[in-house]
């Protein structure tokens, strides 16, 4: 802690003994990049070694910069890691190696209903709850209203309009369409699978991915890719909102993070819309329902006082929840009754964009693992970038990830 309060060295251990009396517990974050968020997670652990339910806990915040998911995973292979810990969506694999406990006990009836039932099946495994979800995060399609109306565009609801949109507004020096430096294979190849009315896996645990209609969408995707007009080679990436206000594009994909500095820049401007539909019966326009939850360590001796510090931060606390996902960037509290009490949410642009999360947001099950991501993501890959045949290459991506379904399920 900043005022000279245990200083971390490895995983778990600390240069200052803890009082016979006090539970030792160690809480993981990533680096986050908004100014004042280290210094927030530090408050938040003082106050609640202050409050009568931490009051015999001596709470240690570790502020992990680097690549932490390999951090992480190699300090979970071991029996000091982490209490508590954050990361996108806990995996069967973590639950075999009792690397995370379930959380249920933590969801009574009236907590369960306040949080959107895609965060929890994002953390659901086997029926059990393995996370609390402190950050909700989405994306948006945001454009310049008056560029298109002086080309006569309506703004995009289905793929082909969004192709037709780029390329006319793609002809001068303000490029039409920026969704990433690699022609949005990492942004978009996960929407449109969505937009196509598939999932990922399907609710039995199967590859639900390889249907003529993603075929079709991400043929769709080479398509938009070849019209010439996404802007690349930008310095910053799709994440961040610098191409759209200094005008280099006319449209851009990027976050909800990104709408107070779009907004200020642009203003009355600025339209925004969800991913478009990719056609056909089943299409519908869809975003990302991404974000962070908290987790428990099932290898650490305080198991009921680690749960305990996340019942209070991430469940019951809705002041540190509104204060976590808008004081220093722009997110969405996980907690419903939280987000619609928060005002900044509630009106206007940003909650246009807050419905696009709840009507259409989709996220991939705790099943999908890095290496089934790696094989679906080397096909749309090689459809964008090669105009290799989308039907191959979403047969061979099925085939590796049945491989991948079959050994984590010991088929």
């Given at each position: 802690?900043?005022?000279?309060?245990?200083?971390?060295?490895?995983?778990?251990?600390?240069?200052?003994?803890?009082?016979?009396?006090?539970?030792?517990?160690?809480?993981?974050?990533?680096?986050?990049?908004?100014?004042?968020?280290?210094?927030?997670?530090?408050?938040?652990?003082?106050?609640?070694?202050?409050?009568?339910?931490?009051?015999?806990?001596?709470?240690?915040?570790?502020?992990?910069?680097?690549?932490?998911?390999?951090?992480?995973?190699?300090?979970?292979?071991?029996?000091?890691?982490?209490?508590?810990?954050?990361?996108?969506?806990?995996?069967?694999d973590q639950v075999k190696q009792?690397?995370?406990?379930?959380?249920?006990?933590?969801?009574?009836?009236?907590?369960?209903?306040?949080?959107?039932?895609?965060?929890?099946?994002?953390?659901?495994?086997?029926?059990?709850?393995?996370?609390?979800?402190?950050?909700?995060?989405?994306?948006?399609?945001?454009?310049?209203?008056?560029?298109?109306?002086?080309?006569?565009?309506?703004?995009?609801?289905?793929?082909?309009?969004?192709?037709?949109?780029?390329?006319?507004?793609?002809?001068?020096?303000?490029?039409?369409?920026?969704?990433?430096?690699?022609?949005?294979?990492?942004?978009?190849?996960?929407?449109?699978?969505?937009?196509?009315?598939?999932?990922?896996?399907?609710?039995?645990?199967?590859?639900?991915?390889?249907?003529?209609?993603?075929?079709?969408?991400?043929?769709?995707?080479?398509?938009?890719?070849?019209?010439?007009a996404l802007l690349q080679g930008?310095?910053?990436?799709?994440?961040?909102?610098?191409?759209?206000?200094?005008?280099?594009?006319?449209?851009?994909?990027?976050?909800?993070?990104?709408?107070?500095?779009?907004?200020?820049?642009?203003?009355?401007?600025?339209?925004?819309?969800?991913?478009?539909s990719a056609g056909g019966a089943?299409?519908?326009?869809?975003?990302?329902?991404?974000?962070?939850?908290?987790?428990?360590?099932?290898?650490?001796?305080?198991?009921?006082?680690?749960?305990?510090?996340?019942?209070?931060?991430?469940?019951?606390?809705?002041?540190?929840?509104?204060?976590?996902?808008?004081?220093?960037?722009?997110?969405?509290?996980?907690?419903?009754?939280?987000?619609?009490?928060?005002?900044?949410?509630?009106?206007?642009?940003?909650?246009?964009?807050?419905?696009?999360?709840?009507?259409?947001?989709?996220?991939?099950?705790?099943?999908?693992?890095?290496?089934?991501?790696?094989?679906?993501?080397?096909?749309?890959?090689?459809?964008?970038?090669?105009?290799?045949?989308?039907?191959?290459?979403?047969?061979?991506?099925?085939?590796?990830?049945?491989?991948?379904?079959?050994?984590?399920?010991?088929?």
């Amino acid at each position: 802690f900043a005022g000279g309060a245990l200083a971390f060295n490895g995983y778990g251990r600390s240069t200052q003994a803890v009082a016979q009396d006090k539970i030792r517990l160690s809480q993981w974050y990533h680096e986050y990049g908004e100014a004042g968020t280290e210094q927030a997670v530090q408050k938040y652990a003082q106050d609640y070694m202050a409050s009568p339910e931490g009051a015999n806990v001596e709470l240690e915040v570790v502020w992990n910069k680097g690549d932490y998911g390999a951090i992480l995973s190699a300090a979970l292979l071991t029996n000091e890691g982490p209490d508590v810990f954050e990361q996108g969506v806990p995996t069967l694999d973590q639950v075999k190696q009792n690397q995370i406990v379930p959380l249920d006990d933590l969801y009574t009836p009236e907590v369960k209903v306040d949080f959107n039932p895609i965060n929890l099946a994002a953390g659901t495994i086997d029926g059990k709850i393995y996370y609390v979800k402190m950050v909700d995060d989405t994306g948006a399609l945001y454009y310049k209203k008056s560029l298109l109306e002086e080309a006569g565009i309506t703004p995009p609801s289905t793929i082909d309009e969004l192709i037709a949109a780029t390329k006319t507004l793609g002809t001068g020096r303000t490029k039409g369409l920026f969704v990433g430096n690699d022609a949005g294979i990492g942004a978009l190849g996960g929407l449109q699978v969505f937009s196509a009315g598939a999932q990922f896996l399907t609710e039995d645990n199967k590859p639900g991915f390889n249907t003529p209609e993603v075929a079709a969408a991400l043929a769709k995707l080479k398509e938009l890719n070849d019209t010439g007009a996404l802007l690349q080679g930008f310095p910053t990436d799709y994440w961040d909102p610098s191409a759209f206000i200094q005008g280099a594009t006319a449209m851009q994909w990027t976050g909800l993070w990104a709408f107070p500095a779009i907004n200020e820049a642009v203003g009355g401007d600025l339209g925004v819309l969800p991913w478009p539909s990719a056609g056909g019966a089943n299409g519908t326009p869809s975003t990302f329902f991404g974000g962070w939850g908290q987790c428990v360590n099932g290898k650490r001796p305080n198991v009921e006082a680690a749960k305990a510090l996340v019942k209070w931060l991430w469940i019951d606390n809705t002041e540190v929840q509104q204060d976590w996902n808008l004081s220093y960037g722009f997110h969405v509290p996980p907690r419903i009754s939280a987000a619609q009490a928060a005002t900044q949410l509630q009106s206007g642009l940003a909650s246009e964009i807050v419905g696009f999360l709840t009507e259409y947001g989709k996220t991939t099950t705790p099943y999908w693992t890095a290496a089934m991501g790696t094989a679906f993501g080397d096909a749309v890959t090689n459809i964008v970038r090669n105009g290799a045949d989308p039907v191959a290459e979403l047969t061979n991506a099925e085939k590796l990830v049945q491989t991948e379904l079959d050994r984590l399920l010991g088929a």
